[in-house]
């Protein structure tokens, strides 16, 4: 192996260790960045001036009003009780069965309209215990229901407003339904697969003595953790879902940018849920203050990453690796998945991982001869997959909040995150080969 690429590996996995002890990526990026300028004898001040921050700010430039008014919507929906309203009546639905794909439909809604992922998970969480509590299934399963709902067909289907979709469409000029018909087949295909898992874990679990309550689990929930009391005098669920709908509308039949979409949603909510704040207006002045602070530290935590992502791209290990890829005379799809899951699986984002793919590669991509618009889906669907390396971390955010370690619950998250989504990798590929 090229010395080169085996300093980039074990950066890889340095990343991934100091992650998983929750290191700070603040800390992180820089620090394994300097290890890999050392190993590929680059100056290190130079480099991080030329190459880490410019890429780093290039990032923020490009993406921070996306992060900011998702994260907005998010706690305007959180605050209001408009989430919870639509986790109620989704609930109400399935009359306490199916509670593991339930709550991953309910993450999926709310990340599919716009809220943002990392504000996701406060608020579904509580509504996760207690329909897990009612139904006696193990809380193992929480995290892989949660963040299957934020991070697999949501993200990646076609019209959603994630970065993701919006990266693909900026860095390609193609449209957010690009590959309309074989990404809607394998967004179906991709829910069914992980309902149908979440689902058979669930009863296995139940089967073989794992329940609610279970000594076994290395953190035992207070009575405090417990006390999840659902909210009165919630949003009807009309008025909770209009500004999400009015999102996706905005976006994909107006095509107006993502962000106006988002704020125009935020405009709305307020209109229809203003009065579900105690407090006034000096309440909602809070609740802005709050997104506002939320997307600054999801945006800065992704964007050092990228930092990261845009010293290695410059590397010559990583133009070597690229080489060795090419060589290996794969398809052009096959190409684009796996050097867009490799970029994300080495910045722990999917985001991250994108950006710096096509950053990096987009000629290479432009260049293989496929449908820009089977590359815009296959690259969304693949940055969702090794991104999910246990040193994700959003996973390790989730798993803290569940009170859960990576032996109790990682696993379930791989299968739903990584294994899934390459299946459905494969199915894209094959639709594409077939000329959908």
Not at 49 to 55: D, L, N, S, Y
Request: net charge neutral.
């Amino acid at each position: 192996m090229d010395v080169g690429i085996f300093a980039l590996l074990i950066a890889v996995i340095l990343f991934a260790l100091l992650a998983f002890k929750q290191v700070s990526a603040l800390v992180l990026a820089p620090v394994v960045t300097i290890f890999v300028l050392i190993c590929s004898q680059m100056g290190i001040l130079d480099s991080l001036k030329t190459m880490f921050m410019p890429a780093a700010a290039e990032y923020v430039s490009n993406y921070f009003l996306m992060f900011f008014v998702g994260a907005i919507f998010g706690a305007v929906y959180q605050f209001t009780g408009a989430a919870e309203s639509i986790a109620r009546w989704i609930s109400s639905l399935c009359k306490g069965k199916y509670v593991a794909p339930l709550i991953m439909v309910i993450t999926g809604v709310l990340t599919f309209g716009g809220v943002s992922g990392f504000v996701v998970f406060f608020v579904v969480y509580p509504i996760a215990v207690n329909l897990f509590k009612e139904s006696n299934l193990t809380r193992r399963l929480i995290p892989a229901a949660i963040s299957a709902g934020c991070w697999t067909w949501s993200m990646t289907a076609p019209g959603s407003p994630s970065v993701q979709n919006v990266i693909a469409m900026t860095s390609l000029k193609t449209p957010s339904m690009a590959a309309f018909v074989p990404s809607l087949i394998v967004t179906a295909a991709e829910f069914l697969m992980i309902s149908v898992w979440l689902e058979w874990r669930s009863r296995s679990f139940t089967k073989n003595g794992y329940f609610f309550d279970d000594s076994r689990l290395k953190t035992q929930l207070t009575a405090e953790d417990l006390n999840c009391n659902a909210r009165e005098n919630l949003p009807n669920v009309v008025f909770a879902l209009l500004p999400i709908i009015f999102i996706l509308v905005l976006f994909n039949a107006v095509k107006l940018p993502v962000e106006t979409s988002v704020f125009s949603g935020i405009v709305l909510a307020v209109i229809l849920m203003f009065r579900h704040v105690t407090g006034g207006l000096e309440a909602w002045i809070g609740i802005f203050n709050k997104g506002a602070a939320d997307s600054g530290v999801s945006i800065l935590n992704t964007a050092i990453v990228v930092g990261f992502g845009g010293v290695i791209k410059n590397t010559e290990a990583f133009a070597n690796l690229v080489e060795i890829l090419k060589g290996l005379h794969m398809p052009s799809l096959v190409f684009v998945m796996i050097t867009v899951a490799v970029c994300a699986g080495a910045c722990g984002s999917a985001s991250g991982g994108m950006g710096v793919a096509f950053n990096a590669l987009t000629s290479t991509y432009v260049s293989l001869g496929a449908k820009l618009e089977y590359i815009h889906r296959i690259a969304t669907i693949a940055a969702g997959t090794l991104d999910t390396l246990p040193h994700q971390g959003a996973q390790i955010t989730l798993l803290n909040i569940c009170k859960l370690t990576h032996k109790e619950a990682y696993f379930d998250i791989a299968v739903t995150q990584i294994v899934i989504p390459f299946v459905s990798c494969g199915i894209f590929i094959v639709l594409a080969m077939m000329g959908l």
